[in-house]
């Protein structure tokens, strides 16, 4: 019998999430249900329709619809589904993407650590990182726009503050933004 360490199993993982968001595989008659996790097709990126008086570059987050949007101009958008704040770690305002890192390492809060005693003090960037493939830092805050070794968790309140995106979603993002960008969470 084969065994397969956590790594693989996390790299198998990613590599089929990958596949399934193709637009070849969508388009296929493959039985979503019939995979371990499924995302909702409402929550892969697309452009849409999106009118706003904010300057082309500003990232809109809409907490409750679970959604990111990426103000591009003339009434348009890129919109990507998002994992969000769990009850009693939602927020709004308005930030600025400070810093922007590619496998970024994580040093959960003290706080953090408070809640959830089992957590590393400390842990390098990679793929089993909680920050998965890319972070935008949002000012002097703890709260970032990340990655996630758990793409089965956008569409759902689930984190301490941050906002979530399929590591492929981030990487995106992340190629198309500034630092210094606008990020409004509603």
């Known amino acids: 019998m084969r065994t397969f360490t956590k790594a693989?199993?996390?790299a198998i993982g990613l590599a089929t999430a990958t596949i399934i968001a193709t637009p070849a595989f969508a388009k296929s008659k493959v039985n979503f249900k019939a995979t371990p996790w499924s995302l909702k097709k409402k929550f892969l990126p697309t452009m849409v329709s999106y009118s706003s008086q904010e300057k082309p570059g500003t990232?809109?987050?809409?907490?409750?619809?679970?959604?990111?949007?990426?103000?591009?101009?003339?009434?348009?958008?890129?919109?990507?589904?998002?994992?969000v704040g769990r009850d009693g770690f939602r927020w709004s305002g308005t930030e600025k993407i400070t810093r922007k890192?590619?496998?970024?390492d994580w040093t959960p809060?003290?706080?953090?650590?408070?809640?959830?005693?089992n957590l590393p003090k400390h842990m390098k960037g990679g793929p089993d990182n909680p920050l998965g493939a890319r972070a935008m830092y949002l000012g002097?805050?703890?709260?970032?726009?990340h990655?996630?070794?758990?793409?089965?968790?956008?569409?759902?309140?689930?984190?301490?503050?941050?906002i979530r995106l399929r590591n492929q979603d981030v990487e995106d993002l992340y190629s198309r933004v500034k630092i210094g960008?606008?990020?409004?969470?509603?």
Request: one cysteine or more.
């Open 8 to 10: 693989t199993c996390l």
């Open 59 to 83: 990232i809109i987050i809409n907490t409750r619809k679970k959604y990111l949007y990426l103000v591009l101009g003339d009434g348009k958008a890129k919109r990507y589904g998002i994992g």
């Open 101 to 104: 890192r590619e496998w970024p």
């Open 109 to 117: 809060p003290a706080e953090m650590r408070a809640r959830e005693p």
């Open 140 to 145: 002097n805050t703890l709260y970032r726009i």
């Open 147 to 162: 990655g996630t070794a758990q793409p089965w968790t956008v569409g759902t309140n689930v984190s301490s503050g941050c």
């Open 181 to 186: 960008a606008k990020v409004v969470v509603k």
